[in-house]
């Protein structure tokens, strides 16, 4: 049974730092190569924000976080992590982890198979 639990998620300050987790389990990384980040505002789309290919470790990141949101993970633990930092008001939401299937890193929501309950975050002073 594949399983995606995410962690870390608070109230910050602008400016401030969050480190996300996703803990995996009920697949390897030979079946699902990609895990994801995404995030939804309310009253808003679902959003890519980066992205991991666990073989190799080659991310992608969208244009609104690069430079602040760092992915990682740690494949003997099962865990990718999302480092945020400088954060805004307006990356304020729910974060989610997902994993794909496929083996090219994408921030398409409609290629991710499996997804994980969400953790909020919210930035304000």
């Known amino acids: 049974q594949v399983q995606l639990v995410e962690s870390g998620g608070g109230l910050v300050q602008p400016g401030g730092s969050l480190r996300l987790s996703c803990a995996a389990s009920?697949?390897?990384?030979?079946?699902?190569?990609?895990i994801g980040w995404f995030r939804q505002a309310p009253g808003k789309e679902r959003e890519g924000v980066s992205c991991i290919r666990s073989s190799d470790g080659i991310t992608y990141d969208a244009d609104s976080v690069k430079g602040r949101f760092t992915i990682s993970r740690d494949n003997a633990k099962n865990t990718v992590y999302l480092q945020m930092n400088s954060l805004k008001p307006e990356d304020t939401a729910v974060y989610y982890c997902?994993?794909?299937?496929?083996?090219?890193?994408?921030?398409?929501?409609?290629?991710?198979?499996?997804w994980g309950q969400g953790t909020q975050v919210t930035v304000s002073s």
């Open positions: 009920g697949f390897t990384y030979e079946d699902f190569p990609i």
């Open positions: 997902a994993t794909s299937r496929i083996t090219i890193p994408t921030m398409r929501p409609g290629l991710y198979d499996y």
